[in-house]
């Protein structure tokens, strides 16, 4: 299957950072591409969809001042959480969506686990 | 809205035991995944399917639309099956996913 990468995979810092995750596409081009946080023993929540080229589009009671995405280039998108508080603490995952002519499949990152001190 | 319900919640087997995981959802869709995540760890695509079955490897996924039921099969189970087994559905045109609250598989030697 294709292969989608995040970076950090770990990440702790002190409260008041921001703190960047980067998803890459490796051998697609994803023009859509999805950010997902997950709490302990809990289901993956979608927090928005980044679109390249184009704002990204939130879910609802996601703060788009808090989680900033951006979606540069067709293998790219980023994730910012500004001024982290121990309460963002979670793993985040990103997907990347590769179109087919049949069909499209959403590819999975390893995930990036977050801790803020 | 597009509920996806799994069962069972929680599952304990013994090594070389046939497993079964279900999952149910309320609405059409356009195709059904099975994920696998290991304990800390990331998501990996089991399967993605859309209508009948595949099979890969120990792993088999089966679906009726009609029905609006998803089966994940693993034959010959084996300690390192164990992670929790997660359904998700596509519906509609805007590419997001449903998830299932997914099912924790544990294999005993």
């Known amino acids: 299957g294709a292969v989608v990468s995040q970076h950090p995979s770990r990440v702790i810092c002190k409260s008041g950072t921001s703190v960047k995750i980067e998803c890459r596409s490796l051998d697609f081009q994803a023009t859509t591409m999805f950010w997902y946080r997950q709490f302990p023993k809990q289901s993956l929540m979608l927090m928005a969809t980044s679109n390249e080229g184009s704002k990204a589009t939130y879910e609802q009671g996601v703060e788009k001042d808090k989680f900033l995405i951006n979606h540069a280039s067709l293998t790219l998108s980023t994730l910012t959480v500004t001024s982290a508080h121990p309460e963002d603490s979670s793993f985040y995952i990103c997907?990347?969506?590769?179109?087919?002519?049949?069909?499209?499949?959403?590819?999975f990152g390893p995930g990036t686990r977050l801790t803020v001190l | 809205k597009n509920e996806v319900e799994q069962s069972p919640q929680n599952l304990t087997a013994q090594e070389g035991e046939f497993i079964t995981i279900n999952c149910s959802y309320s609405v059409g869709i356009s195709a059904l995944h099975w994920l696998q995540q290991h304990p800390g760890g990331g998501i990996v695509s089991l399967f993605m399917l859309s209508s009948g079955k595949k099979k890969h490897g120990r792993l088999i996924a089966t679906i009726n639309i009609q029905e609006k039921h998803s089966s994940l099969h693993i034959t010959a189970s084996h300690p390192r099956d164990s992670a929790v087994y997660i359904c998700a559905v596509l519906g509609g045109s805007n590419y997001k996913l449903t998830f299932g609250k997914g099912t924790l598989l544990t294999v005993n030697p």
């Open positions: 997907s990347a969506l590769r179109r087919g002519v049949s069909y499209n499949e959403q590819f």
